[in-house]
């Protein structure tokens, strides 16, 4: 028998300290946590779904979980993450028809607009991250493999999966300097990426980040969302009130440039409606963020007697006649809508972080976004080729947009490079999907 070396035993002894240490001390936090979110609940309406999800939680996986079938467990904070991991979800349905697929979310945004997807055998709320609840869902679950999306680094799952030697991965990674693993106070969180067995990450800089601080279960695989966009130009729905709204591509009397604003908030109006109110020859298309009435009633006002809604035109074609700005209230088209524009404006770039990028630029056209993208690989990207433009302002929005207008070379040369970026990045999927099954079938 080997005697072990004297460092081995001090890094060994440390290791069982700082566990005896965090997994409570972090433990508590989260039972506070979720003791604010009932107290929460008491009057925000977000806080109260979370609230009454997490008391369903049991119910539905003793409903929909049999302890005979073989599980993959598929987590996604919110909606941006489950779109990363959708290509993933549909292509073990396609091609390991006899596994069956766990989707949880945190999040109310996401589980209550996903909460019915076909494409998963059970949707749930993940079960708050303390040891109780962990061992409980894991017991009743039981999953082969587990796969996180993009940021999820809950202490108590990974340490009990990885102490259980169920294979966990993370997908479609970033890390950026700035996070608490790489800060000197914070760094023991890094011993919680060694849990993985496997972490996919978007780009060579999240891989040399993490080798940094000696974490090397990770591969460059690039980002699922590309795969997603590409699967969803495939299926693009038509779009008959923005066809007779817009004109078809290529027609004569179609206007010189339809710009479509999608994901479109308050502060996003404040930087492009002057443009847009000065610039006649132009039609929009509109799909703001929230569409409630007095949402709607706002944008009206922004631009008088030119708005028209896209239920009006439902209910009458000829509503839109004269109307120069269409305003889409209802969900579930924006990926198809950017079909018809020549160049797009991606809001939510003067607040928290712009929305998806990709899902115009996998059109071909130009896009335009905010300042607040530095967390995107694919915005960075995108700038330095030239099919993405940030813009700091309304004047750097007008001089651009101007640009685009009135060059039209200019415009689709920018457009073809943002589809040529889409059409490179494609693969992700592919590659993890052959990793995880290689390794566990």
């Not at 002057?274 to 944008?299: G, M, N, Q, S, Y």
């Not at 198809?336 to 928290?352: L, P, Q, T």
Request: glycine fraction near 8%.
């Amino acid at each position: 028998m080997r005697i072990p070396k004297l460092k081995e035993v001090r890094v060994f002894l440390a290791e069982g300290i700082r566990q005896m240490v965090e997994m409570p001390l972090y433990s508590a936090g989260i039972s506070a946590y979720r003791c604010g979110v009932k107290v929460a609940a008491l009057k925000n309406p977000k806080a109260r779904k979370l609230d009454e999800g997490q008391g369903e939680i049991w119910k539905r996986l003793d409903e929909a979980v049999s302890p005979t079938d073989r599980y993959v467990w598929v987590h996604a904070a919110s909606l941006g993450e489950f779109e990363q991991g959708r290509p993933l979800i549909e292509k073990i349905k396609r091609e390991r028809p006899e596994l069956k697929v766990l989707l949880t979310f945190f999040s109310p945004s996401g589980y209550e607009v996903r909460k019915n997807y076909a494409g998963a055998d059970c949707v749930c709320y993940l079960p708050f991250d303390t040891p109780r609840r962990v061992k409980k869902f894991l017991y009743k679950v039981n999953p082969e493999i587990a796969v996180f999306v993009k940021y999820e680094f809950w202490r108590n799952y990974l340490h009990e999966l990885w102490r259980r030697q169920i294979p966990v991965y993370l997908i479609s990674a970033v890390f950026r300097q700035d996070q608490f693993f790489f800060k000197k106070r914070s760094a023991w969180y890094g011993h919680w990426l060694r849990w993985y067995t496997r972490i996919y990450v978007q780009d060579e800089g999240s891989r040399q980040l993490l080798e940094s601080i000696n974490v090397r279960n990770v591969e460059v695989a690039g980002d699922t969302r590309f795969d997603r966009v590409t699967d969803i130009m495939a299926a693009r729905k038509d779009i008959p009130e923005l066809d007779a709204f817009a004109g078809r591509k290529g027609d004569e009397n179609r206007p010189p440039l339809v710009m479509m604003f999608g994901s479109s908030w308050e502060t996003d109006e404040m930087v492009y409606a002057d443009w847009l109110r000065t610039h006649k020859e132009v039609k929009a298309v509109i799909a703001p963020h929230e569409f409630d009435e007095e949402r709607l009633d706002k944008l009206k006002k922004l631009f008088p007697e030119e708005v028209v809604l896209m239920s009006e035109l439902k209910g009458d074609p000829s509503a839109g006649e004269g109307k120069r700005i269409l305003v889409m209230d209802c969900f579930g088209l924006l990926s198809s809508a950017y079909y018809y524009a020549d160049v797009a404006y991606v809001g939510g770039g003067f607040g928290v972080s712009i929305h998806n990028i990709n899902e115009a630029a996998v059109y071909g056209i130009p896009v335009m976004f905010g300042p607040e993208n530095k967390k995107f690989i694919e915005a960075q990207e995108m700038k330095t080729l030239g099919g993405g433009i940030e813009v700091s302002g309304a004047e750097s929005f007008s001089r651009n947009a101007d640009r685009l207008l009135y060059d039209k070379a200019e415009r689709e040369k920018r457009g073809r490079w943002a589809g040529e970026y889409i059409r490179e990045k494609i693969g992700a999927t592919d590659k993890i999907f052959s990793d995880l099954f290689r390794v566990n079938k």
